[in-house]
């Protein structure tokens, strides 16, 4: 058995308490979402589907992958054994293949709710996206599996003379180039292509309404609703961006050279990804309304009234 790497009790301390908070923060805030759209029954939309599922990828995150990684990071040595070192491999791609998915799942959302809006309702249906959703998940965790076990990280090997044992992020040549392809690039080409769109269709939708309100017709509720399909789109570009912005180093990184400075670089760049699923809930808190008005239905403990869960939640926001 070796030694870990020395550290003050005091930076023991710090480094301990930083990430619990961070662990809670995230925990908490993605479960404010979760029962928000669980609870109340006016948010059982198609859109806020995909917003729950990422939500439940960002709370486990925050729940199993933050307090691993954190201790990881801490002891510096990995003393939970090969098999759940496999596990835990398994569990991270999983969690977060399937946020890059409901990213994907949300951009064709938005582009058929902007683009198409006449047949939103008949193309994006409740049940079909639950059903996407189930195949996102299910996809993710087949092809995470298959990952591991290719790459034997259940195999008796990641013990060496400096530290008890280790948890590598280990994978093959080829196993790099389809991860690259299949995780990474035709995810983010088909995101950036749809939102492309999108803000080409949005922009020219507004333009519209202006020139409706300067020559004084009246506005149609049709109208009204591509203005707001407009409003959604653009905040949940925004998540989609950041989420971009902090994918798309990661990855880049991960396939140059690993040097010291890359390593340090690429530990920088994993946290951001994991302190990611703690700023989606601001960014909901920040752009829609209902998500503020249901937080406070949730902290004064009003959901435990007699059919709270049909409030109407939009009440004073249109």
Known sequence: MGWPG??????????????????????????????????????????????????????????????????????????????????????????????????????????????????????????????????????????????????GYFDTFHRTDVCYGECPYMMSIAWRASDLILSFASPCIVIIMLYLRIFYVAQRQVKIINLILKTGKSIMEDTLKKKSESKAALTLGIIVTVHLLCWIPFYILSLSGSTVNTEVMSKFLTWTLYVNSGMNPIVYSLFYPWFKRAVKYIITFRLCKPASSYVDIFKDYH
């Not at 003050?8 to 301990?16: A, D, P």
């Not at 582009?111 to 047949?119: G, N």
Request: hydrophobic share 50%.
């Open 6 to 151: 020395k550290r003050s009790r005091h930076e023991y301390n710090v480094l301990y308490v930083f990430f619990s908070l961070l662990s809670a923060w995230t925990v908490f805030l993605n479960l404010l979402v979760i029962t928000s759209i669980s609870h109340f029954k006016k948010l059982h939309t198609p859109t806020n589907l995909i917003i729950l599922s990422l939500a439940v990828a960002d709370l486990l995150i925050g729940l199993i992958v933050i307090p691993t990684e954190a201790i990881k990071l801490i002891e510096t040595c990995w003393y939970f054994g090969d098999k759940f070192c496999g596990v835990f491999i398994n569990t991270l791609g999983l969690l977060l293949s399937a946020s890059l998915c409901n990213l994907v799942l949300i951009a064709v959302d938005r582009y058929v709710a902007v683009c198409c809006p006449l047949q939103y309702p008949q193309k994006i249906t409740t049940t079909k996206t639950l059903m996407s959703i189930i195949i996102c998940w299910f996809c993710s965790l087949a092809y995470n599996t298959a990952i591991v076990i290719n790459n």
